[in-house]
């Protein structure tokens, strides 16, 4: 089955422009320690495209020259990559915030031992993916063992006070739905890992981020798969809320792939539309060294509509925490996770 190509490319999305840009979001490579089946970049541990050292140096020119104020690390897992402590350190000796979108595995993987140590000496920012405190749904969704893993990852992160009041130390979570619906609201979710993290494991963490699934690579296949692909896009696009227009996340952060092409989000790079800068039909990183981002058109399309929809998803977890228009309650949530997987 293949999906319905208009619902996905040809879209009655709001035309965006971008504001001043304040994220450089750079996927450092595709591979990775896990194959999960949510991941819209379709990672895993045979892949082996990775950022080269020039490409690096050049974000770090680009840092410079743009005062970028946030450095957002992606892959795959980023930290694969062999020049990232080095990334690492010469953003942070810029002042610039780092964050690391880790998967708590990583750092028990054979020559990672020193990593953890390493990223809270340089102070950098832990976004984690945990898509739920319940070790079967995790290993559903992630693989077998990956739960026990993430956990000890977790307090091995708390142990060096990550997490915890007065450290300065960030450490925020991810949640994804598994199936094909919204996420609960963020709120009272956060409560509830909050709640059980504690009680259960001694765990403890800043914000949990809710983020909907979107509907391309991996889970984009799997919803082919169950012939859920044209339902999922028409909840999206019935779901949207156009207050969150103004705070999606493309409108101050431009994505970076591994070769350096510029694309208008982590979406769009997966999907192959690449971003243009005042005139460009499409451009790499080196031309932000000339040309300003700012005012810049931004590609949209059918699954932008997952980042509008309800309370809205964001790398930063929901773009309106309060809302809970077309989600599930956490309780409806849990209950729900697995059935479309």
């Keep these: 089955m293949r999906p319905t190509l208009p619902l996905l490319i040809t879209t009655d999305f709001p035309a965006l422009r971008r504001r001043r840009l304040e994220t450089l979001q750079v996927n450092l490579g595709y591979r990775c320690n896990q194959s999960c089946l949510h991941c819209h970049v379709n990672a895993g541990p045979n892949r082996t495209e990775m950022m080269d050292a020039p490409t690096i140096n050049t974000v770090l020119a680009v840092l410079r020259a743009r005062k970028i104020s946030t450095l957002d690390l992606t892959g795959g897992a980023p930290e694969l990559n062999p020049h990232f402590r080095d990334l690492v350190a010469d953003a942070r000796a810029l002042g610039t915030r780092v964050i690391d979108r880790c998967n708590l595995t990583i750092l028990s993987e054979p020559g990672q031992a020193s990593l953890a140590d390493f990223l809270a000496g340089q102070r950098v920012e832990i976004t984690a993916s945990l898509p739920c405190y319940s070790p079967a749904n995790v290993d559903r969704q992630r693989g077998n063992g990956v739960f026990e893993r993430s956990i000890a990852g977790l307090q091995q992160l708390n142990a060096l006070g990550y997490g915890r009041p007065g450290t300065g130390l960030v450490l925020n979570l991810v949640y994804n739905p598994q199936g094909p619906s919204l996420p609960p609201a963020q709120g009272p979710l956060e409560a509830d890992y909050k709640r059980e993290l504690r009680q259960h494991f001694g765990i403890e963490f ?136």
């Design 206 to 341: 800043n914000h949990l981020f809710a983020l909907a699934n979107m509907p391309i690579q991996r889970f984009g296949s799997t919803l082919l798969s169950h012939g859920q692909f044209d339902a999922y896009m028409q909840l999206l696009r019935s779901a949207h809320r156009p207050e969150n227009l103004d705070t999606v996340m493309c409108r101050s952060l431009i994505s970076v792939d591994w070769q350096g092409n510029l694309h208008d989000c982590d979406f769009n790079q997966m999907l192959g539309m690449p971003a243009g800068l005042r005139g460009q039909t499409r451009a790499h990183l080196r031309d932000l060294l000339k040309v300003d981002a700012e005012d810049s058109p931004i590609r949209v399309a059918g699954h932008c509509y997952g980042c509008t929809a309800g309370q809205g998803s964001s790398c930063g977890g929901a773009l309106v925490p309060e809302a809970s228009d077309g989600a599930q309650s956490p309780a409806q949530s849990q209950a729900a996770i697995g059935v479309a997987t």
